[in-house]
């Protein structure tokens, strides 16, 4: 299943009232969203099994193919929503999918610093629909903008694996701003070789010019 163009709110509240309240709100908006009512049933989701793997689990590849954002109750029976963030900022799940944290008052220090923590925000509850939504829809564009950049990157990083040794000592020269004639000094190969190799460089790594070559480079970098 390829959820790369279906970006996803996920409510995780242990209050049944909550959940269906805020996935009509998101449906006004035209947003799709999954609900859970404990974080260890979110978990089980992201992990595609509901089998416990304590800190060694992984997310299922396939939900990283999708943008989204997090819907986070910070009190909740069993696994608190501040356990759950835990574990999604050391698996890097909290950057791919920002986190929203639903709270009351008295929960409002314990938000704030969740957010300097690396949580996208906080709404203390009764919250304004309007400017929650809105916040949703901000954490939906950044999530999207860095899938997009992921896939940017992984791209590139399958166009340097079909690179040769020989062909990656050239291009790191290139990116350098040598010449033709001192790359072949340096590897002690021919000019003509390295024209080679930079025609086969350019081409696999899909530029038309050292310039071009050295920006996605520092892409990667």
Not at 119 to 137: G, Q
Not at 186 to 201: F, G, N
């Amino acid at each position: 299943m390829n959820f790369t163009d279906t970006p996803t709110v996920f409510i995780v509240d242990d209050d049944a009232s909550v959940r269906e309240g805020m996935a009509w709100l998101l449906r006004t908006r035209r947003l799709l969203s999954e609900s859970f009512d404990s974080a260890e049933a979110f978990l089980a989701m992201l992990q595609g099994y509901g089998q416990d793997k304590g800190d060694a689990w992984q997310p299922d590849p396939t939900r990283l193919q999708q943008s989204g954002c997090i819907l986070l109750d910070v009190r909740m029976p069993g696994m608190s929503g501040l356990a759950l963030f835990e574990q999604l900022l050391a698996k890097g799940m909290a950057q791919a999918w920002p986190v929203i944290f639903l709270t009351g008052h008295a929960d409002v220090p314990t938000a704030v610093d969740s957010v300097k923590r690396g949580a996208f925000d906080f709404c203390e509850k009764p919250f304004s629909d309007n400017a929650l939504v809105d916040r949703v829809e901000q954490a939906l564009a950044l999530s999207q903008a860095l899938l997009v950049a992921r896939q940017t990157q992984q791209r590139l990083q399958a166009r340097l694996l079909e690179l040769t040794e020989r062909e990656r000592d050239v291009m790191r020269l290139v990116v350098e701003g040598l010449p033709n004639k001192l790359i072949a000094d340096q590897l002690d190969i021919s000019v003509r070789t390295v024209e080679v190799h930079r025609a086969r460089v350019f081409d696999k790594m899909e530029v038309k010019s050292a310039v071009e070559l050295a920006n996605l480079m520092r892409q990667l970098a």
